[in-house]
């Protein structure tokens, strides 16, 4: 009676795990049997050892199920069995094991994953693939925004290069190419722009200070760092802040105003790309002609909108708010730009009149800048480059124990005060590195006069 209820309840389970497997198949879900060997079985239980008879807690977990370390695996049905289950409990090598069924999952970086699954590493998708009887992970190869590689690149270069990298973890997952268009979006201005003759002052250059800090020359009228966003708009947010200061510098402090990146984005349509990118001089064409209005007006989205406003417009059909004490009737407007032509040049025009707009060219390495004194790296491939457009705030030197002191210019990014140095960065004086003293801009704002 005993045996009979024995072979009933063995027919039944049998039964049972045919409809499982059978299931299983149905749902796509894989038969871990057929998985590689691994720590299962040998994560639980001492060497050449495993449970007596079936029960739950000698299972190990696999694939969303469980997998069996117990005597009942010593028979032909192997299905349910850890894939090392013979090596570990038997002793035995893996290949002289029960006949393994054909691979279904796909091990990838100490993980098992289904056919079909997707996973992201970085800025890539992978997806396991049991096709033809062979698993393998398919990756896409997109460069990344932040690669590892060249992190490790940079901060074992450190003391040549003089800076040091880190994850910024905005950027991790998205690719290079986004990096390249949303993160920059600064053209190449034309010929005739390039062409401009720099404006030349008479001043003493040996006179010029070693260092120089707008925010603590100007206290309390110099623009803080923004974060443009996936909005490739450099070209408005340098021309805005660089406008900002100079206003609260020629003013006196009579108005201090945060002015509209984003009613410069909009409405400034005519040969400009928005979010992918624009002009400069196109840039502070619209500003000289039409006027922006402030920040708290036309507040930033980070996305090319409907323009709000018709480009000729009064102060008081705005309806925004004036500063205090103003009674300015035409939107903020500026003078036309003018170029500056070498390293003393801008650093005397920063110091007389305020901060300056500069262009430079864009190497990966930027992305990971964390602090110290950037320079390109030449060991980090930069097949792929793009322009951008910042204000230069200051200057100074740094004194190393070997060596003559290095120059740097002080940078207001637009990328948020989470990268860099506060959202600042520091770059090489004086040799035109990433081609930053090439072409540098400035203006002076039509202020009321009190």
């Known amino acids: 009676m005993t045996r009979s209820r024995n072979d009933f309840r063995l027919t039944m389970f049998i039964g ?34 495993c449970c007596d008879g079936r029960r739950d807690v000698c299972s190990a977990p ?11 695996c010593d028979r032909n049905q192997t299905a349910d069995c850890c894939p090392d289950y013979w090596s570990h409990c038997k002793g035995k090598p893996v290949d002289v094991g029960p006949p393994q069924l054909i691979q279904v ?12 699954q997707s996973i992201k590493q970085n800025c890539n998708k992978c997806k396991c693939s049991t096709l033809e009887k062979k698993a393998e992970m398919l990756c896409e190869t997109n460069p990344c925004l932040v690669e590892p590689d060249i992190i490790d690149t940079v901060n074992f270069e450190n003391d040549r290069l003089g800076w040091r990298a880190e994850n910024h973890s905005e950027f991790w997952g ?14 190449n201005p034309s010929q005739y722009v390039t062409k401009m003759i720099p404006v030349r002052t008479v001043y003493d250059p040996t006179k010029l200070p070693k260092s120089f800090d ?32 100079r206003y609260g510098i020629i003013s006196k402090g009579r108005e201090v105003v945060e002015l509209s990146a984003q009613h410069l984005l909009s409405c400034n349509d005519r040969g400009q790309q928005g979010c992918s990118g624009g002009y400069l001089d196109k840039a502070w064409l619209f500003v000289r002609k039409f006027g922006l209005v402030d920040e ?23 309806r925004c708010r004036r500063p205090a004490g103003s009674t300015r009737k035409e939107l903020y407007k500026v003078t036309p730009s003018y170029r500056l032509g070498n390293e003393t040049d801008i650093m005397h025009e920063i110091r007389m009149s305020g901060p300056v707009q500069a262009t430079i060219k864009v190497y990966p390495d930027l992305f990971v800048y964390k602090s110290g004194i950037y320079r390109h790296s030449p060991r980090v491939e930069s097949s792929r480059t793009g322009y951008h457009s910042v204000r230069i705030v200051g200057w100074g030197e740094e004194i190393l ?31 035109n590195e990433c081609e930053i003293e090439t072409f540098v ?6 202020a009321i006069t009190y």
């Not at 894989?30 to 994560?43: E, H, I, Q, R, W």
């Not at 999952?105 to 079909?116: Q, S, V």
């Not at 803080?224 to 200061?245: K, M």
């Open 401 to 431: 124990s070997y060596g003559p002191p290095v120059k740097y210019w002080v940078v207001a990014n637009s990328w948020g005060k989470d990268w860099g140095e506060n959202g600042f960065f520091r770059i090489l004086r004086g040799s």
């Open 174 to 187: 998205r690719t290079l190419a986004d990096g390249m268009q949303l993160r920059l979006g600064t053209k």
């Open 441 to 446: 801009l400035a203006v002076w704002p039509k």
């Open 62 to 72: 696999i694939v969303g199920t469980l997998c069996y370390c117990d005597d009942f």
């Open 214 to 245: 707008s925010a603590e020359e100007w206290k309390g009228k110099i623009a803080g760092v923004r974060d443009q966003g996936w909005c490739g708009a450099s070209w408005a947010l340098s021309t805005v802040d660089v406008a900002s200061d």
């Open 296 to 318: 708290d007006c036309y507040p930033w989205t980070g996305a090319k909108e409907q323009c709000r406003f018709p480009k000729r417009i009064t102060f008081d059909q705005t």
């Open 105 to 116: 999952g796909c091990l990838f970086e100490g993980k098992f994953y289904a056919h079909g």
């Open 16 to 49: 049972a795990f045919v409809l499982t497997l059978f299931f299983s198949y149905a749902q796509g879900i894989p038969d871990f049997s057929g998985l590689p060997p691994g720590p299962y079985c040998g994560a639980q239980y001492p060497a050449l050892r």
